[in-house]
């Protein structure tokens, strides 16, 4: 009769692996893991500043084409003051994700802007300077946050 071997003991020929071949493996098994999570959180975090910034462009294209659309008017939808003065000072308000004016504390940007003639003679053309930064908490001047500036001239005829 053949006699069992016990179930804890390494075969006789020599196969398998030791511990330190398997402490050996799960090591470097367990840092490509942790490199590869590293690459995961840069990328949800470059993809969350690009998405921030692509949608402050659209606010800045949607402020710009309001006062494209009507620059001398007295009311806008965004309640921003008209081209027909003098460059203003710099005004702030914060703004929500459809570009409307908002009291909330957490709007999701803030905006800075200032319009109006330049210093120039040239009073037919209009200087919309604004800078859109989030989060809209930490106030416009805020070096650490997001910015989004656009500086651009409208023609007033």
Known sequence: MKQRQAPCVPPKDGRGFSIIEVVIALGICS???????????????????????????????????????????????????????????????????????????NAPYCLRYRVGWTNSANTNVALVSLTLSWPAAAGPLNKSVSHYDLVTEIPLQ
């Open 31 to 105: 840092f490509v893991i942790v490199a590869i999570l590293g690459m995961f959180s840069g990328g949800v975090r470059t993809e969350a500043d690009a998405s921030g910034e692509l949608n402050a462009a659209n606010l800045a294209e949607l402020i710009v084409s309001e006062y494209r659309a009507n620059p001398t008017s007295q009311t806008n939808s965004m309640n921003m003051k008209p081209l027909t003065q003098t460059l203003t000072a710099w005004t702030t308000q914060n703004i929500g994700w459809d570009g409307a004016p908002s009291s909330s504390p």
